[in-house]
């Protein structure tokens, strides 16, 4: 069956970077905007970032617009989150996701996405 999986999570400092990536397989991502979401403790789980199907335009959360950036390859079928500048509030699980075309009014909303990582941690300390 199709199969997302994240890594490159930890534990850092403020102000450090990270690179998530995300593995498909069993799914040609070429077709498929691939999309991260974060839950913190006690909280809902929220869009991050999005790279869209169409015209692979990224779509980013106002809390991390400027520092994180979402690009895909559709040939390794690896979607990934560069995350610079990190500060105490990035930390939450970190999940990919996939939604299948998908306009870019939907791709904020989880409902949207067929497909999900399990979820890595990423910690950022003070």
């Known amino acids: 069956q199709v199969q997302l999986v994240e890594s490159g999570g930890g534990s850092v400092q403020a102000g450090d970077s990270l690179r998530l990536s995300c593995q498909a397989s069993?799914?040609?991502?070429?077709?498929?905007?691939m999309g991260w979401f974060r839950q913190a403790p006690g909280q809902e789980r929220e869009f991050v970032g999005v790279i869209a199907a169409i015209g692979e335009v990224s779509y980013y959360a106002d809390a991390v617009k400027g520092r994180f950036a979402a690009t895909k390859d559709n040939v390794k079928a690896t979607a990934t989150l560069q995350m610079n500048n990190l500060q105490p509030e990035d930390t939450a699980v970190y999940y990919c996701?996939?939604?299948?075309?998908?306009?870019?009014?939907?791709?904020?909303?989880?409902?949207?996405?067929?497909?999900w990582g399990q979820g890595i941690q990423v910690t950022v300390s003070s």
């Open positions: 069993r799914l040609n991502i070429r077709g498929y905007s």
């Open positions: 996701a996939a939604a299948f075309g998908a306009v870019p009014e939907r791709l904020r909303d989880a409902k949207n996405y067929g497909y």
